[in-house]
C-alpha cells in the first residue's frame, strides 16, 4: 500500500507476554540495577553466544568505546575511518586522543589496510577500525600491523553483533571490540553496549571506569563514570537473545529479496559478499551511480520518500567533515570514503519486513523517472 510508511529499520521485540514474564521476579526482588541478576545472566549468555573471552555490559554503545579506549590508558593519535558513525571518532577525541583518518576500500567499506602503515607515526598508539553494515575488516592484516608497531586495536562491531569469520567471533579479535545493543540495531537491550575483551586486567578496569571507581562498599580506588546496564535492558536482551537466529534469518530472507531484485539494475551497486564471513545481515547499502541510473543518490532518497519509503544516507556525512571538526581534516585525503558517502543509501530492513513490500521499494527504485 502506497499509504503504508516504511522506514529504514524497525526495532526487534519479543512478545509482549515474554517481556512481562522475564521482568516479573524484578518487582519481588526490587533490584533494578548495579549488576543484578539479569545482568548477570545476560553476561554470561552473551559470552557463549558470541565466543568470547569475557564481556562487560554498558548502558549504550557508545559509552562502552568510549570506556573501552579509556581503560587502555592511551595517548597521541589513532587510526580509524570517517566513514562511521558519530560515536567512533567523538570516543576518541572525547579521551584526549587524535584521530587520523584513514581511507577505506570500496569492496566492503571498511578500513583500507594497505594504507595503514603509510599513517603510522611515532605518535600513533592504536588503530580503530569499524566493521560496516555487517561487514568485517581484514582482521588478519590489522593483526600483523598492530604487532609489528606495538599498537593496540579496538574493534567498533557495531554492525557485527553475532558475525563470525572462519568459525571464530568477531567480538575476539583485537584487543577488545564494542558491540551496540541500540534499539535499531539486530540485536537489542533497547539501549545498550558491551565490550568484549581477552585481558582480566582490562577487564577490571571497565568494571572500575563503569562503575565509577567502586572497588567495595568502601573502597574507591579510581575515578569512574556510570555506565552501567540495567536489569530492564537486560530483561530485554534475554528475550531477544532467545529468538536472535530466526531474526537473523528473518533479515536474510529480506537480504536476498533485495538482491535478487536489484542485480541487474544499471547504476546500482550492491555490497558484495565477504569469504568465511557468516554474516548477520544488519543493513542493506546500495551505491547510487549518478550517471549509469541517471539520477543521484538524494534524488533517489526524496523519490522514495515521496512513497512513505524512508531510506537513509548512512554514512553521510563523514565524520571527518562535521561542523564540530571544521578546519581540522580535509575530507579529500580520503577520497574512497568521500565518493561512498555521497552516494549510499540504506535500504529498509528488518526482520519483520515483508517480502512484497521489498518487491515494491525495488520495483520503485527500478522504474523511478529520470
Not at 549488576?35 to 562487560?56: F, T
Not at 553483533?161 to 564494542?178: E, H, L, P, Q, W
Not at 558484495?272 to 532518497?301: C, H, K, M, T, W
Not at 565518493?339 to 530492513?349: M, Q, W
Amino acid at each position: 500500500m502506497e499509504d503504508k510508511k516504511i522506514l529504514v529499520t524497525q526495532s526487534s521485540m519479543p512478545d509482549f507476554e515474554e517481556y512481562e514474564a522475564q521482568i516479573r521476579d524484578i518487582w519481588d526482588t526490587r533490584w533494578l540495577t548495579n549488576m543484578g541478576k539479569k545482568h548477570n545472566e545476560l553476561q554470561e549468555k552473551l559470552k557463549s553466544y558470541l565466543g568470547v573471552h569475557d564481556i562487560s555490559l554498558m548502558c549504550n554503545g557508545h559509552m562502552a568505546l568510549e570506556l573501552g579506549i579509556q581503560a587502555m590508558n592511551l595517548d597521541g593519535e589513532v587510526i580509524t575511518t570517517p566513514f562511521t558513525f558519530a560515536s567512533t571518532t567523538h570516543a576518541i577525541v572525547r579521551n584526549g586522543l587524535k584521530p587520523v583518518f584513514c581511507d577505506i576500500n570500496l569492496q566492503d567499506y571498511t578500513i583500507d589496510t594497505d594504507k595503514i602503515e603509510e599513517l603510522i607515526t611515532d605518535r600513533t598508539t592504536a588503530i580503530v577500525p569499524v566493521h560496516v553494515y555487517g561487514n568485517v575488516c581484514n582482521v588478519e592484516k590489522i593483526e600483523k600491523i598492530a604487532k609489528k608497531y606495538g599498537l593496540k586495536v579496538i574493534y567498533d562491531a557495531a554492525h557485527a553483533f553475532g558475525v563470525t569469520y572462519k568459525g571464530r567471533g568477531i567480538g575476539s579479535f583485537g584487543d577488545a571490540s564494542m558491540f551496540s545493543f541500540h534499539a535499531t540495531k539486530v540485536f537489542n537491550t533497547i539501549e545498550g553496549g558491551a565490550v568484549c575483551y581477552n585481558n582480566d586486567e582490562y577487564g577490571i578496569d571497565l568494571y572500575r571506569l563503569k562503575n565509577f571507581g567502586i572497588r567495595g562498599p568502601e573502597i574507591v580506588d579510581s575515578i569512574g563514570a556510570n555506565a552501567k546496564m540495567n536489569e530492564f535492558q537486560a530483561a530485554m536482551g534475554l528475550c531477544n537473545l532467545v529468538h536472535i537466529e530466526s531474526e537473523i534469518e528473518k533479515r536474510k530472507r529480506v537480504v536476498e529479496k533485495y538482491k535478487e531484485c536489484l542485480k541487474a539494475v544499471d547504476g546500482i551497486k550492491l555490497c558484495e559478499e565477504q569469504e568465511n564471513v557468516v554474516s548477520n545481515y544488519a543493513y542493506f547499502p546500495i551505491i547510487v551511480n549518478e550517471r549509469e541510473y541517471g539520477a543521484s543518490r538524494d534524488e533517489l532518497s526524496d523519490y522514495l520518500m515521496q512513497h512513505n519509503i524512508f531510506a537513509r544516507k548512512y554514512f553521510y556525512p563523514l565524520t571527518n567533515r562535521f561542523d564540530c571538526y571544521a578546519g581540522m581534516y580535509d575530507e579529500n585525503e580520503t577520497p574512497n570514503a568521500l565518493y561512498v558517502s555521497k552516494r549510499v543509501l540504506t535500504l529498509p530492513l528488518y526482520a519483520e519486513l515483508a517480502l512484497e513490500d521489498v518487491e515494491r521499494i525495488s520495483d520503485l527504485i527500478k522504474n523511478m523517472e529520470r
